[in-house]
């Protein structure tokens, strides 16, 4: 008896183990709206300048491809700039092991190189989702200087509040 | 493979025939601490090239690998037999262990901005270990033959002056880069048995590497989207100033450094009555 305790108690450890990644990416699907959008410039002191705060400003859907993807899912976002762009896209959205990324694939533009999103995940709650994106002396994303961190005096910071709304 | 399983298959079905003849057959559950040595030539190639080129912009630097900073702790479980007639009996076992260790590093830059680097290394141990026993049980000795499938992984971010920790495109080298490696190791054990709690000390050393390919042994990001090839680098230099060329040149990090010795110590206990 004792021995069949412990055999249930280390598959259902591993069964846990196995279904992490797939319930944090199960905890994505669903509707959201971004409840804040901030723009800022870090300085070297580590100062933030706001260029753009937000409220309201646009939403998120995400679906499932098939009930077994883990680290794929669909994704249509709507972001409305104070200025009046928009970014809008459908396509599909994928997360790391850890959930530590999330990519929205070739959501800048339709390449093979340097169109992908990347979001860090800052905090990953069952209603609400904390992203942030950077860029370096006044490039987003992809800037020039991609490899000595000391040639530059200032970066820029996307972030963006997501708040569950089904 | 195939025929070792079958053959400790068709040995332990025959010992439980002549149940007389097995003296214990038990299940056991424990853990223990691996030390390991791995080759920090390859990780020290990127962490030197990396501090010399921004060496006069840095307060910190990388600092350099020793070798021995991915020591483990293991779980395991398995299964065990001691057979046979006499005083000195021999005994068999097979059991599984995972275990897992890391190390952090940083550099820090004049202007507030630090990238860091943590280095993850987990292995799973199938081991299949043989040998005598003396003293009427009390001290073991065997020889071990190890599959070891062992994953690397880089996490390697910026951390700007306001705290924000990143793992976007901003720098090329961000991102979650992953390796794998599969080696045979053969090893030894001694154990020391008090009533149904084992103290023993293991030492394994690998014979060859399984797999996978040897153009597959690299650090690699999926997600990395800036111009390939995105290999984690050793040869950093080459990664900046030759980006298209650096892993055709080898100057890209390989899994197979982290083939190495390793040595631990625990304890485990023997499920069910004392026999």
Redesign the interface.
């Known amino acids: 008896m ?2 069949f305790g ?1 055999l249930i108690l ?1 598959a259902a450890l591993t069964m846990m183990s196995c279904n992490k990644q797939k319930r944090k990416m199960k905890g994505l699907v669903g509707n959201w709206t971004i409840e804040q959008s901030e723009r800022m410039t ?7 300048m706001t260029d753009e705060d937000i409220s309201n400003c646009g939403d998120m859907v995400i679906s499932d491809i098939h009930e077994d993807s883990t680290t794929v899912k669909n994704v249509d976002f709507t972001y409305y700039a104070s200025n009046g762009d928009t970014l809008d896209f459908v396509g599909k959205l ?1 997360t ?3 959930n ?2 999330i ?1 929205f694939k070739n959501a800048l533009c339709d390449s093979t ?4 999103l ?3 995940v ?1 905090k990953s709650k069952k209603n609400k989702q904390i992203w ?5 002396d006044g490039e ?4 020039t200087n ?8 200032q ?1 820029l ?1 996307w972030r963006i509040t997501l708040t569950r709304n089904d | 493979m195939r025929k070792l399983y079958l053959g400790v298959t068709l040995l332990l079905t025959s010992l439980t025939a002549q149940a007389q003849f097995i003296q214990m057959k038990k299940t056991y559950t424990g853990s223990y601490y691996g030390f390991k040595s791995i080759d920090p030539a390859g990780l020290n190639k990127f962490v030197v090239g990396f501090n010399e080129r921004y060496g006069g912009g840095m307060s910190e630097k990388f600092h350099q690998y020793k070798g021995g900073e991915f020591g483990q702790t293991f779980t395991t479980s398995g299964f065990r037999f001691i057979f046979g007639n006499g005083e000195n009996k021999w005994t068999l076992s097979t059991d599984y262990a995972f275990g897992s260790g890391k190390d952090k590093n940083k550099a820090v830059f004049t202007n507030g901005v630090e990238q860091r680097m943590e280095v993850r290394y987990s292995s799973n141990f199938v081991t299949t270990t043989f040998g005598r026993t003396f003293k009427e049980n009390k001290y073991w000795l065997e020889g071990m033959l190890t599959t070891n499938l062992s994953k690397m992984f880089i996490e390697y971010t910026t951390v700007y002056p306001n705290g924000q920790e990143s793992f976007g495109s901003e720098y090329r080298l961000n991102g979650l880069y992953t390796a794998n490696l599969k080696t045979m190791e053969f090893g030894v054990q001694a154990t020391y048995k008090y009533k149904k709690y084992l103290l023993f000390a293991r030492a394994f050393a690998p014979i060859f590497v399984m797999g996978p390919d040897e153009k597959e042994r690299n650090f690699v990001d999926e997600r990395n989207n800036n111009t390939k090839p995105t290999d984690f680098p050793s040869d950093y230099n080459s990664y900046v100033d030759n980006p298209a060329s650096y892993v055709s040149d080898n100057g890209q990090l390989k899994s197979t450094n982290f083939k190495g010795i390793s040595y631990g110590f625990g304890f485990i206990y023997l499920i069910g009555k004392e026999q």
């Open positions: 004792q021995k412990i280390a870090i300085t070297s002191g580590g100062s933030e994928y790391d092991d850890k530590k990324r990519v190189v340097g169109c992908d990347i979001w860090t800052d942030s994106a950077y860029g370096v987003w994303f992809y800037p991609n490899s000595d961190p000391n040639n530059a005096n970066w910071m």
